[in-house]
């Protein structure tokens, strides 16, 4: 919220329109998401609910080929043809046996062809498929239970078509020659994959749903045009032996994607639905929902610069006539204001020209009388001035000093004595003598400052100084550290929960410049009041009222005062300068000539 109260009203106001067309974005998305999310659901519902469908279907089928299988198998008349070794009959009985596979498959779709195989090397195909069945001879003879090939290419009628064998092996029922329970041989059934399984339910399925069908062997039906297509879905088919639902890729193409088990061919079932098919139409929604918010914008962008405008402007007219006012022009007070745009701005342009008018005529008023007024807190500052003078003895405080620690003697309280010890040297270091003493003078009173403060504060932070020998030697100004040090314990230190640390270290750098250094590890300060500390510090040296005392910067009135002397003593290249970071601690350096010349000559080392 601060950042908004520093920006102009046109920029919040164009801020809260692309707020609200954010947030219109956001609940199109969010939406379509929702939206997207159900129709994915209701698609895997459906789906799965197809494959249901699918696999019962294959289940019915698969139990008329076993059906079949099984009752010629164990017709008495199969069961005698294929141990006939007569040619003879063998022909005869062929005839009959053609048309009772033809009045079994009449009806049916998907049958293409049934085979006989005898142990006794009889053969028996209705349309000629022996070749195409023995080459499974192995696999159906040690198979068990029924016998399903994968997927295979069937030629017929000069037409290729996906084909799945079934295969039984067939055993004697003759109780009458002692050979029930023999094996005499197999009959396979080849059955049309597209016919058999998959013409009912493509007629009824979805557009856009797709099935496939994936053998033991990883082949796939329908075939697709890419061989990159059948071996992607030939790998997510082995991948997912159990029922699964995911969403992949096929053929580049994401979709949502379903796979089961089909136990009684030995196979599994594949469906692929791609997203785009899925939310085409919701995406032309959300794209045509998206336009009508655009066309809204675009429509509501003349009257929202004309009320903007109306509210701006008026506003600019009222800033710039008040800065003309505050740089001083008087002429400004004699004229009037005309704000046009709403009516609010007319009541304040009302209102703001009869208060200037009146602040015109209290101005003169003002005028006439500021002379005697001056004069007045002239002469009421001087009596104040000389009064507090007359409070105040120094030789009679410093006096009274001596009678405390008197009385400490005789008390026997050594505290108090050296207290009041170090308390009376600051006191009369402060009041004596000139205003120059050497470093090794200002940092004597430093330490019986810095002595009183560590009693105050109980060992809260340890000292450490690191002055050299020619450094000490330097003259520099009276009471010049103590202030340093006085704001370092009590804005760094004094606010710190744990011990803190405090160092002071004075040296000659290149030979001429004599450098000082307060370094504390205390709370520092914001980045906001060092920008304002360092602006103040580059100021041009001027005099701390009693007002200014009252201000924000109160605090940093010791820093201003040591660094408005340095430079009207030194020059303006000297100074202070005020380092600091939010709770690492501050740095205070302050520079002055190592050999400087006094007016009058004096020269000071």
Known sequence: MGNLTRMRIKTQLQLAVALIVIIMLMIIYSLYTQTSQIVIQNNNQYTEDTIRKFKLNLTQKTDEIS???LSLGFDPFVQKFMTQN??????????ELDRKIISLKAGRKGFQDIVLIGTSGMRYSLNGSIDFVQRSNKEIESNKTVYVSGLEPYDYSSTSKNSMLFAQNIYSSDLGNGTDGNRIGYIAVIIDVEAMFFDDDRSKAEPGIGFYLIDRFGSVYPETNSPDITRTISALSSRHNSEQKLTDSIGGVKGAIQIQRLDQINASVLSFVPQEA???ELGSVRNRSILIVILSILLMAVPFAVITNNIVQPIQRLVRFINGIKSGSIQDLKTTIHLEGNVEMNVVAENLNGMLSEIDNLTHRLVETNTHL?????EKEKAATAYLRSQINPHFLYNTLESIKGVALEAENRQIVEMTKALGKLFH???????????????????SYVYLQLIRFEDRFDVTYHFSDEALQVSVLRMMLQPLVENAIFHGLEPKTSKGNLTIAGQIEHGHTLVLRITDDGMGVDEDTLRRIQGKLLEKPSSLSRDSQDSPDSDSIGLLNVNNRLRLAYGFQYGLTFESEAGHGTCITLTMPSHYVQPGGDIRV
């Open 67 to 69: 059906q079949i299988m």
């Open 374 to 378: 001056l004069e007045a807190e002239i």
């Open 86 to 95: 007569d040619p003879s009959l063998l022909y005869e009985m062929s005839n």
């Open 278 to 280: 899925l939310l085409a």
């Open 429 to 447: 270091y402060s009041i004596k003598g000139s205003g120059y003493v050497t470093l090794d003078q200002e940092l004597n009173a430093v330490k």
